[in-house]
């Protein structure tokens, strides 16, 4: 099968490429014709690989946010595709990482809560990683007994011999797998995986009413927008060391008040992120109002308020306040 890349025109790549199916077919579809299908898609891998660039390229929306910083999302998020006869509740999950701190700990174990409830699991990787990298978790997939899909993104920063190299290796270290090689940056190939997972979903009646779209509030995604503009605004560890909670949130017909509290883990970062004058938290807070105001529809008026709650990432309380527990 030959693909072309292309973004509008301009052909970026020329890939011919076979879609690897498994080695063994144990999941033979037997599906009566009017059956109503729905799933646990449930996306993981390593940092930084592209897993919510692809969640909200199956989804059709924006909901997580993307930045190019390793470990920028922090919980499970679940987008939701549905149709007459099918409904597909995709879970966007943190990268797989060595905990060093109690956050840390929190957003391993969303993962782990992904790996146990999944009726399709979503396996990414990148055209840069090593399949040594979290070996373990690798294994844990390799145990399910459902279907796996491999999905070796970011193909448009290599090319064709790169990429068959990549495959046949991950051919040997999961076997079972579905192996696509995809960007997810210009959404290639993602329609055909896309309908894969449609045909793998197992039989079963909808998880969740056939009109919602995720299970988070808005105040929670407004919290990313914010969260999103740090990642994007501020070096080091200054990111990782910002918390975002929606203090206020009064919605009217053309103007939305919203007030959020940007929580730091040291008194030194709460000048770094205020800035010069207030600069850069003003930067921040314009770039947010603007996404924000785009997600709700109204204009908005947005306040951000720097408080610091030290050493927030390792205490229980206070993860527990910024919504890391698990039920
Ligand atoms: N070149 C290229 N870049 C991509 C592609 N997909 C994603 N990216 C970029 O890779 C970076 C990480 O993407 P994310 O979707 O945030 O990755 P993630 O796996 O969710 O990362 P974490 O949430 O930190 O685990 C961003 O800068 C994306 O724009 C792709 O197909 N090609
Ligand atoms: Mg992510």
Redesign the pocket.
Same mark, same amino acid.
């Given at each position: 099968m030959r693909f072309l890349m292309s973004i509008g025109a301009v052909v970026v790549n020329n890939f011919d490429i076979a879609v690897y199916r498994p080695k063994s077919t144990i999941f033979a579809a037997n599906f009566s014709r009017m059956a109503h299908k729905a799933g646990f898609v449930n996306i993981i891998?390593n940092?930084?690989?592209?897993? *919510?660039? %692809?969640m909200n390229a199956f989804v059709g929306e924006r909901l997580?946010i993307?930045?190019?910083?390793?470990?920028?999302?922090r919980h499970r998020i679940m987008g939701i595709v549905n149709g007459d006869d099918f409904q597909m509740v995709y879970s966007?999950t943190?990268?797989i990482l060595k905990p060093h701190y109690k956050l840390q700990e929190a957003m391993l174990k969303f993962v782990d809560t992904a790996l146990v409830d999944a009726d399709i699991i979503v396996y990414?990787t990148d055209m840069v990683e090593t399949f040594d990298k979290n070996g373990e978790y690798l294994e844990k997939v390799r145990k399910k007994n459902i279907p796996i899909i491999l999905l070796i993104?970011?193909?448009?920063?290599s090319n064709q011999a790169e990429l068959e190299a990549k495959i046949q290796m991950w051919r040997e270290v999961l076997p079972n797998a579905y192996i696509y090689p995809? *960007?997810? %940056?210009?959404k290639f190939n993602t329609a055909e995986v896309f309908e894969k997972i449609k045909e793998l979903l197992p039989e079963n009646p909808p998880y969740f009413d056939k009109d919602e779209l995720t299970d988070r509030t808005q105040r929670f995604f407004v919290q990313e927008i914010i969260r999103e503009k740090i990642f994007l605004n501020y070096k080091k560890e200054i990111p990782y060391s910002c918390e975002v909670l929606v203090d206020e949130f009064k919605e009217g017909q053309e103007l939305t008040r919203i007030r959020a509290i940007i929580y730091v883990s040291r008194e030194q970062h709460k000048g770094i992120i205020i800035g010069h004058q207030g600069a850069a938290l003003k930067k921040v807070g314009t770039e947010a109002r603007k996404d924000i105001e785009q997600f709700v529809g109204t204009k908005v008026f947005l306040e951000l308020l720097v408080k610091v709650q030290k050493d927030w990432r390792d205490k229980d309380q206070n993860l527990r306040f910024f919504g890391y527990e698990q039920d």
């Amino acid at each position: 099968m030959r693909f072309l890349m292309s973004i509008g025109a301009v052909v970026v790549n020329n890939f011919d490429i076979a879609v690897y199916r498994p080695k063994s077919t144990i999941f033979a579809a037997n599906f009566s014709r009017m059956a109503h299908k729905a799933g646990f898609v449930n996306i993981i891998g390593n940092p930084n690989v592209g897993k *919510s660039t %692809l969640m909200n390229a199956f989804v059709g929306e924006r909901l997580s946010i993307i930045t190019n910083k390793a470990q920028t999302t922090r919980h499970r998020i679940m987008g939701i595709v549905n149709g007459d006869d099918f409904q597909m509740v995709y879970s966007d999950t943190p990268g797989i990482l060595k905990p060093h701190y109690k956050l840390q700990e929190a957003m391993l174990k969303f993962v782990d809560t992904a790996l146990v409830d999944a009726d399709i699991i979503v396996y990414v990787t990148d055209m840069v990683e090593t399949f040594d990298k979290n070996g373990e978790y690798l294994e844990k997939v390799r145990k399910k007994n459902i279907p796996i899909i491999l999905l070796i993104n970011k193909i448009d920063l290599s090319n064709q011999a790169e990429l068959e190299a990549k495959i046949q290796m991950w051919r040997e270290v999961l076997p079972n797998a579905y192996i696509y090689p995809v *960007s997810a %940056l210009h959404k290639f190939n993602t329609a055909e995986v896309f309908e894969k997972i449609k045909e793998l979903l197992p039989e079963n009646p909808p998880y969740f009413d056939k009109d919602e779209l995720t299970d988070r509030t808005q105040r929670f995604f407004v919290q990313e927008i914010i969260r999103e503009k740090i990642f994007l605004n501020y070096k080091k560890e200054i990111p990782y060391s910002c918390e975002v909670l929606v203090d206020e949130f009064k919605e009217g017909q053309e103007l939305t008040r919203i007030r959020a509290i940007i929580y730091v883990s040291r008194e030194q970062h709460k000048g770094i992120i205020i800035g010069h004058q207030g600069a850069a938290l003003k930067k921040v807070g314009t770039e947010a109002r603007k996404d924000i105001e785009q997600f709700v529809g109204t204009k908005v008026f947005l306040e951000l308020l720097v408080k610091v709650q030290k050493d927030w990432r390792d205490k229980d309380q206070n993860l527990r306040f910024f919504g890391y527990e698990q039920d």
